[in-house]
Every structure is written in structure tokens, then in C-alpha cells.
């Protein structure tokens, strides 16, 4: 089943305790991104990859940081959570960026205390 | 700058039809987005409109104007499964080169009532 998995689904964490999310995708997709999605600001892209060791920033990069090692997986770290990093985070993948449709993860809910 | 509007809230009856309107200002359009997600879940992709006209899908479906940079979606028949929130996004450059991305609007939630 083609699908793009997340974990964790649920994360309590306390401000500064570094932390990863992975996000693997079993559909071949050149491109995959981050969101972050608050109440009234919509989803915000985070990071975006178009490749394997394709990089680049988003809307809303600070304090953050993503790594794409392998065309699958697309891991985003937060080095030092802070309470303002609250929110649904959702990764994405598509085929290409011109795709004319994106795959989203199951989301997970992240709570910096 | 780039920008979508859609309506905050609307509320339907089962059975009845229902229209979400979307305008957008963006510059290089490549495509318009209809996802719909229901609380607490990700966006599932619901249609792509890249030319004038009507897109059909069953019980959904999907307009593009692109020389008034609106579209909408059609919902028939509506369910109580409906109830969700529905997302649209429009593909545009976003900096002087030639990359693209997603501009998200802010989602219109509908409620469907018996």
C-alpha cells in the first residue's frame, strides 16, 4: 500500500531536549516537504527536498533542521524545542514538485513544555 | 504578494449540495488544489484543476477560472462524513528563479447537519 508514515504520532517533550521525526515515504517520490499546521495560520512549509541531498527552506525554517540521506526517508530534527514549536506537524511527498498530487503523513502532534 | 481567501466556516443539510469558493492571487499559477481533511488528520488530496473548466469526481467536483483567479468545489449529495475541513492550495513561483510551491489557504470548515 502506498503510503508515507510518521512517527511518533504523539510527542511531549520538554524545551531543549533535541528530538527527531521521521518520515518515510515506499512510493519512489523524488519530492517530500514539512509542514507545521496552527489554528488560523494554515499549513506553513518547514523544509523542502526535491532529491536526494536536495535541501532547501520553507516558509518557516528556524529551529529547524531536515536531512535526506535516502530518496525514502525525510527526518525533521528539532535541535533545541521550544513551547512556540507546538503544533501538527505533517510530512508530504509527491513525485516530482510539478506532481499533480501530494501524499500526506499521518501527522504528529508535538507538545514542548 | 500571494494570497488565497476562502470562507471560514459553512454549514449544509444531508442530501443537499454545496459550494466552497477559493480566489487566489499568486503569480506563475501551475495548478490548483482541493484537499479535504477532517480534524486531527492529514489532508487527503481531492482534485487538480490546471485548466479552465469543470473537473468531475464522482460526488465532487471542481472549477478553475484562471482569468479571475477563482475557482470552486461542488459537493453533491452530501453526507455526514463530509463534516471536515477543505483545504485549497494553489501552485505558483515564489522567487525570482524558476521554483515552484504550494500556497495554502486557510481552509473552509464545513459542518453538514441531518
Known amino acids: 500500500e502506498a503510503q508515507v508514515t510518521q512517527n511518533p504520532r504523539y510527542l511531549i517533550t520538554v524545551t531543549g531536549k533535541k528530538l527527531t521525526v521521521t518520515c518515510s515515504q515506499n512510493m519512489n517520490h523524488e519530492y517530500m516537504s514539512w509542514y507545521r499546521q496552527d489554528p488560523g495560520l494554515g499549513l506553513r512549509q518547514i523544509y523542502y527536498?526535491?532529491?536526494?541531498?536536495?535541501?532547501d527552506k520553507g516558509d518557516v525554517p528556524e529551529g529547524y533542521k531536515v536531512s535526506r540521506k535516502e530518496k525514502r526517508n525525510f527526518p525533521l530534527i528539532l535541535e533545541s524545542p521550544s513551547p512556540n514549536q507546538t503544533s501538527l506537524y505533517f510530512c508530504?511527498?509527491?513525485?516530482?514538485?510539478?506532481?499533480?498530487?501530494?501524499?500526506f503523513g499521518q501527522g504528529t502532534r508535538l507538545t514542548v513544555v | 504578494g500571494q494570497n488565497i481567501d476562502q470562507p471560514t466556516e459553512m454549514t449544509a443539510t444531508e442530501g443537499a449540495i454545496v459550494q466552497i469558493n477559493c480566489t487566489y492571487q499568486?503569480?506563475?499559477?501551475?495548478?490548483l488544489f482541493w484537499y479535504q481533511q477532517h480534524a486531527g488528520e492529514a489532508p487527503t488530496f481531492l482534485s487538480y484543476?490546471?485548466l479552465d473548466g469543470l473537473e468531475e469526481k464522482g460526488r465532487f467536483s471542481s472549477f478553475l477560472s484562471r482569468s479571475k483567479g477563482y475557482s470552486y468545489l461542488l459537493l453533491k449529495e452530501l453526507q455526514m462524513k463530509d463534516s471536515a475541513s477543505y483545504l485549497c492550495a494553489v501552485r505558483a513561483l515564489y522567487n525570482a528563479g524558476n521554483n515552484r510551491k504550494l500556497i495554502w489557504g486557510l481552509g473552509t470548515s464545513l459542518a453538514v447537519n441531518p
Open positions: 527536498s526535491m532529491n536526494v541531498e536536495v535541501t
Open positions: 484543476n490546471v
Open positions: 499568486t503569480s506563475g499559477f501551475n495548478g
Open positions: 508530504a511527498s509527491s513525485s516530482s514538485v510539478l506532481a499533480t498530487e501530494a501524499f
